[in-house]
């Protein structure tokens, strides 16, 4: 027997209210309370069997492979490819190329004999057609469609019938059984849970475009990125042409790989060797420039670390952080001048990464150091010389994660020596390793001051 009851429910996040108060507890809107009624109604426990334990040696370890993309870069993040029946949440900056590599992505798919279904809720079909065909992703198995309405998009996928279906995006997607404006966190939250349910009972692998806010972080209900088996970051700056992919959530391996494309005329390629296209216009002999070999997930990459030092009269010097924490920047700075007697207080300092890379790891923290004191000193740093290690606030050396991969690659692209904590692990053939216990020893090594 079903009962019904008088609720008060949000038209902006969908919180529902016992009594109409004028505004949202939960959101915290004005004027956003629709009444409408609740029907209530028992379940029997007869419709919801109980499920079966068994002890978990017995379970069914079979899972469902990855299908490729034929896309290294992609396939390196998802671990193979993408897993048939999942749901994988896409998230960027406007602009930062999010459907480009859609579009890359779908084409793969459907020039390897799989159908995909392009859905662009966005723009009109002209425009990604046009789009698709400057890039050169033009596939008979690849179709497109422009829709907003998710019935329809299902109706779609009846008729064509895809192992693919791309939405972009998912906030522009409207339920009309849901009583809430287009973007609203009720519509955006209905349509995510009905295209994870169809993807599911169809076997169907879903990929969704997600605003992100201002802070870079996905816009919408926190219970999006929940119910999704995937959730990527496609990152990269409007004036650098690197683009970078990482999985923050992959519910079929891990998160701890990275994919790097290159934005050219013709759209996304793959970076296969990260270190060689960020050291290309690298200029040696230079007070200010030091390699340093950082770790970004599994990935080890060379970065050039530049510093600017400049004397000022000004009160309070500027200080200048490009691709590297400004709060580990400023400690280095404090280090340096404390326990190694570089003055930096009376100067403006300027640190950056090259090639738009953005470095957030502690393991540069001895190369923002050797440049700053390379910088100050007017003393360039051996060209052929690598610098790894965290900077504490004693003035000591630590060693980082993954040590040994990083001098592997320092060695790979032709670096002889490297300056490293007294803890480091044995370097690879070809690559001598100077091991301090603290910074004022490193610097002193380099002779950027001298030991005194």
């Known amino acids: 027997m079903a009962r019904t009851k008088t609720i008060y429910r949000c038209n902006a996040c969908g919180a529902e209210h016992p009594q109409w108060t004028g505004w949202c507890s939960s959101c915290e809107a004005s004027g956003t309370l629709d009444q409408s009624v609740s029907s209530v109604r028992a379940v029997p426990s007869s419709l919801a069997p109980a499920a079966t334990a068994v002890p978990i040696a017995q379970a069914s370890t079979g899972g469902v492979e990855p299908r490729p993309t034929t896309i290294s870069e992609a396939d390196r993040v998802l671990g193979g490819g993408l897993v048939p029946g999942s749901v994988t949440l896409l998230g960027g900056e406007p602009g930062v190329g999010k459907s480009t590599f859609l579009l890359h992505v779908a084409a793969a798919v459907a020039n390897a004999g799989r159908r995909c279904l392009y859905v662009t809720a966005e723009e009109s079909a002209q425009q990604v057609a046009a789009r698709a065909e400057r890039l050169g992703a033009m596939s008979d198995d690849l179709w497109l469609a422009a829709e907003t309405l998710l019935p329809n998009v299902l109706t779609l996928v009846d008729d064509v019938k895809p192992e693919l279906l791309v939405v972009d995006s998912v906030q522009t997607l409207v339920d009309p059984e849901l009583s809430a404006a287009a973007g609203s966190l009720v519509q ?156 930096v207080s009376k100067a403006d300092v300027h640190v950056a990464v090259s090639g738009g890379v953005k470095v957030r790891e502690p393991g540069a923290d001895l190369a923002i150091a050797l440049a700053v004191a390379s910088a100050l000193t007017d003393i360039p740093v051996p060209p052929e010389m690598v610098a790894c290690g965290e900077v504490g606030l004693c003035g000591g050396l630590r060693q980082v994660h993954g040590t040994d991969r990083r001098l592997a690659e320092a060695a790979r692209l032709g670096f002889t020596s490297a300056l490293a904590p007294s803890s480091a692990p044995d370097p690879p053939a070809g690559l001598r390793v100077g091991r301090f216990q603290s910074l004022h020893d490193a610097v002193v090594a380099t002779r950027l001051v001298s030991g005194g």
């Open 188 to 343: 955006v939250r209905g349509c995510a849970h009905t295209l994870v349910s169809e993807a599911k009972r169809r076997d169907l692998t879903v990929v969704m475009v997600g605003h992100v806010t201002k802070d870079g972080g996905l816009a919408g209900p926190k219970v999006l990125e929940h119910v999704v088996d995937t959730v990527l970051s496609f990152e990269g700056e409007r004036h650098h042409a690197l683009r970078l992919l990482r999985a923050t959530k992959h519910r079929f391996g891990g998160t701890h790989e990275l994919g790097l494309f290159e934005m050219g005329d013709r759209g996304l390629t793959g970076v296969p060797d990260p270190s060689a296209m960020f050291l290309t216009d690298r200029q040696v002999g230079i007070p200010g420039s030091v390699v340093a070999p950082v770790l970004d997930g599994q990935r080890p990459m060379l970065v050039e670390l530049q510093a600017l030092v400049v004397p000022t009269q000004a009160p309070m010097p500027r200080r200048t952080a490009q691709g590297v924490d400004s709060g580990r920047m400023a400690q280095v700075l404090a280090v340096l001048e404390r326990r190694v007697g570089l003055f």
